[in-house]
């Protein structure tokens, strides 16, 4: 089960690859500012994965029209995900959970996917600006997409 709604998220620091190099990516630089929308994701170069993070980023002004930040999780390095990206053309902040500990605090850990080894799951959580959770769910497959219409519902109900 994924941490609960009234929680409080467990920030983090990860590595994120983009023009300039590597940088931080911290859950606290918005604490404040700007509500989170966090998503976890199982792998880079894969269908659903592609389609989840193509649409975000299609509609990323909508998410800052939310006052909202998109951050997206996995397992893979920030090299592949940054090639990803190229690729894909996919704009959203994409960080890189190498060693699962974010994973495992969010308690979103897919254990074997397709018999490669543990992932994280799909996942999306609603953070705002204090810090607090505010929507939180795990799929019930990773084929399965997060429920968007509530996201939205919720991001847009937090000032």
Do not use: H
């Amino acid at each position: 089960m994924p941490i609960a709604v009234g929680s409080k998220a467990p920030d983090f620091s990860l590595k994120s690859k983009n023009a300039s190099g590597l940088v931080d990516v911290k859950l606290s630089n918005n604490f404040g500012k700007k509500n989170t929308l966090l998503l976890f994701f199982p792998a880079a170069f894969t269908g659903v994965c592609t389609q989840e993070l193509c649409d975000i980023s299609g509609g990323l002004n909508a998410y800052a029209g939310l006052n909202a930040d998109v951050v997206a999780v996995s397992i893979d390095t920030p090299f592949a995900q940054e090639a990803w990206a190229q690729k894909e053309k996919i704009s959203i902040t994409l960080a890189s959970d190498l060693n699962k500990e974010v994973t495992r605090q969010y308690q979103v850990l897919f254990p074997m996917l397709a018999g490669i080894g543990d992932t994280s799951a799909r996942a999306a959580f609603v953070i705002d600006k204090q810090g607090v959770v505010r929507y939180s769910e795990q799929t019930a497959t990773p084929k399965d997409l997060p429920n968007f219409q509530k996201i939205n519902e919720t991001l847009a109900g937090l000032k």
